[in-house]
């Protein structure tokens, strides 16, 4: 047997990544979908209120559908906000085109309803903080991208009582400027409202769709990892459409202190570990606590992701002291398929490296992989580049 030199194992390697398309620069995040908010976690904020007849709210956005192409919609998901209906006021909700007459910012709704649902306050269902379906009269068809905006408003008979309703829209980063999608509030006039829509597109053919730079989310929430907690480790469970090579996991925490400690994983489907070092808190807070921080393990050497296969990056607790987790849970696990890399990514747990425990609608949104390279479909085979010593027959 001869042992490979240097120079042809260098050689082997170049010609082994022809059938890789590098990103330039630092590569791209997957498939992370929500940004923090600053040092806080992406937050529910109100889209309203309406309470007075005649005052309307509106998420608008492009629309997006699964497969690019023509759909039908027959119904809409959406969060309430802070609700009062002591009058039992009834509500309209609409479908309605983007107004093209007005010449002033900000974007509006048409004001025509075009396909409409009536909801009575009086509904058990509608409650504050509550996730709700509503199923219009009449289908609406609709294409890849177009504008689209869903209003909600009094019907005829107007407020009754001190009636007073909130839609649930998202704060994070990507809401921080105004953009061509978001929410509106007609009072004395229309505003805007800087959150990102919150709704979910039900489509006739039983796919799901929503308003492009729209943010997903029944519940925000989070839990705490540390050495002694059950469970000790949390992990978002992934699978990729096709080879990728990636260097790097990005992940969003709460240092409970300066003192914590934390190691970042990433397993293969049979637990084997590709990847892993050790964070304190010192390399990511400048006081104890108290704000959420962004945490960058790099990945070295750089790792081969294979399609059908089962991955995991993890954060495990290595002090008595905690770090908090943001997550995001959906109603229900269709809506998972309108998210970033689709139902086949969601979280995992498990304590002191026993069997995980998957829950498949909830996603802990701020984290992702960065892809270094893709396939380009010609030749995927790379030597393992940690085998120095490699040797022919």
Not at 29 to 42: E, L, Q, V, W
Not at 226 to 252: H, K, M, W
Request: proline fraction near 5%; include cysteine; hydrophobic fraction near 35%.
């Amino acid at each position: 047997m001869k042992k490979l030199t240097f120079s042809l194992l260098f050689f082997l390697l170049a010609t082994s990544f022809a059938g890789w398309v590098e990103f330039g620069g630092e590569g791209t995040y997957f498939p992370f979908y929500m940004s923090n908010s600053g040092s806080s976690a992406a937050s529910f904020s109100n889209l309203g209120p309406i309470d007075a007849t005649g005052e309307k709210m509106a998420f608008m956005g492009p629309v997006w559908t699964p497969d690019r192409g023509p759909k039908t919609i027959e119904a809409v998901s959406y969060r309430w906000g802070t609700v009062t209906k002591t009058g039992g006021s009834q509500l309209t909700i609409s479908l309605q085109d983007w107004s093209t007459v007005n010449t002033t910012p900000p974007y509006r709704p048409d004001e025509v309803q075009d396909q409409s649902v009536t909801v009575s306050s009086l509904s058990a269902t509608v409650v504050s903080n509550a996730w709700h379906t509503s199923t219009f009269s009449t289908t609406r068809p609709v294409n890849y991208g177009d504008q689209l905006a869903i209003v909600w408003e009094f019907d005829g008979a107007g407020r009754l009582g001190s009636d007073s309703f909130n839609i649930f829209g998202v704060t994070d980063e990507n809401n921080t400027t105004e953009n061509n999608f978001g929410g509106v509030l007609l009072t004395t006039g229309w505003a805007l409202s800087i959150v990102n829509p919150n709704i979910v597109l039900h489509f006739t053919d039983g796919t799901r769709g929503i308003l492009m730079g729209g943010v997903v989310a029944k519940t925000l929430s989070g839990i705490n990892v540390s050495s002694s907690t059950t469970p000790n480790e949390a992990a978002l469970r992934f699978t990729v459409p096709g080879p990728v090579r990636i260097d790097a996991l990005r992940y969003v925490v709460q240092p409970n202190s300066a003192d914590t400690v934390v190691t970042a994983l990433l397993y293969d489907g049979g637990n084997t570990v590709l990847s892993s070092a050790t964070y304190s808190g010192r390399q990511m807070v400048s006081a104890a606590g108290g704000a959420y921080r962004k945490l960058i393990h790099p990945v070295r050497p750089s790792v081969i992701l294979e399609p059908g296969q089962i991955y995991r990056m993890s954060l495990k607790g290595g002090t008595t002291s905690t770090i908090a987790i943001p997550f995001v849970d959906q109603d229900v696990i269709e809506n998972m398929a309108v998210l970033p890399g689709g139902s086949n990514i969601y979280t995992s747990t498990r304590t002191d490296a026993g069997s995980w425990g998957e829950n498949q609608i909830r996603r802990y949104p701020h984290w992702g992989y960065r892809i270094q390279a893709i396939s380009d479909g010609n030749s995927n085979t790379l030597i393992d580049t940690t085998c120095i010593d490699c040797v022919i027959q």
